[in-house]
């Protein structure tokens, strides 16, 4: 401690309100036991995986003038991602080769900065703030697929033409034809299970850069900033999967040759 420095008791300084060391529980290890094949399950098949690159440029204003940016700490978080299947490349024999994915979502961003509250001669004081920015992108790519999605096209409705003796209203037997009062239709719907995503990963690239200049009233030598130029660089790595129903066949394993 420093000289002539004095110190003076905290009214409500914290405290630690319950600790304990926790002994370590014993437990079993179970094998997971499941049956064998040959059987079909519905299962998530992966349809494609890829990484995209979406480039932003945005300008935000701090809650007040700063002095210089400490720390930004991101995440990104997805709103949106939808393929469309038969979008893309489709071969001459009707195989899905690509389909077109829609994606959307914004990069979270929280940022430190510093003040300066009070400057003097040879020192700048101020406080350490923060604010919080969502910084919106939308992307289109293709997407080639590994293995092709189970899409079900609607089937072309039947109509059949029924024959009526007498009119809706006059059984005079003066007019014979096509009912017009009853019709018979047929319709062929197989549903399709819709496509989903998985975010699997994400890279972040960025040069943020101060603008908007003024200095402080007190010090002409100290300067502030108003707003900030960010350049970013996103790299999104997402897998595309859909519910199928797969074969599986039987598995031999070495244990069976030996009974």
């Not at 519905?42 to 701090?62: N, W």
């Not at 949106?80 to 979502?105: E, H, M, N, W, Y």
């Not at 809706?168 to 197989?190: H, V, W």
């Not at 690239?205 to 101060?210: L, Q, V, Y």
Request: aromatic share 6%.
């Amino acid at each position: 401690m420093e000289k002539n420095q004095v110190v003076y008791p905290c009214d409500n300084c914290g405290k630690i309100i319950t600790s304990q060391t926790l002994p370590l529980s014993s437990g079993t290890t179970i094998t997971p036991v499941g049956i064998r094949g040959p059987l079909v399950a519905k299962i998530p098949v992966v349809l494609g995986e890829r990484e995209i690159q979406i480039d932003v440029e945005a300008v935000f204003k701090l809650n007040e003038p700063f002095f210089e940016i400490k720390r930004i700490k991101k995440n990104v978080y997805l709103t949106q991602c939808k393929l469309l299947p038969r979008s893309g490349v489709i071969a001459a024999d009707g195989t899905l080769v690509s389909g077109k994915l829609f994606i959307g979502g914004f990069v979270r961003k929280n940022i430190e900065y510093a003040t300066a509250d009070c400057v003097e001669k040879e020192i700048v004081s101020g406080r350490i703030a923060h604010t919080t920015i969502d910084v919106p992108f939308t992307a289109v790519t293709e997407v080639v697929y590994t293995v092709p999605p189970v899409v079900n096209v609607r089937g072309v409705q039947k109509e059949i033409d029924l024959l009526n003796s007498c009119g809706c209203n006059d059984c005079t037997g003066t007019i014979m034809g096509k009912s017009g009062c009853e019709q018979y239709l047929e319709d062929n719907i197989t549903f399709t299970e819709s496509p989903y995503c998985e975010l699997e990963g994400i890279r972040i690239f960025e040069d943020d850069i101060n603008t908007d200049p003024l200095y402080h009233k007190t010090n002409s030598k100290v300067q502030l900033y108003n707003k900030v130029v960010e350049k970013m660089v996103v790299y999104i790595r997402v897998k595309v999967l859909q519910l199928q129903q797969v074969n599986i066949p039987v598995v031999h394993r070495c244990d069976d040759d030996d009974e």
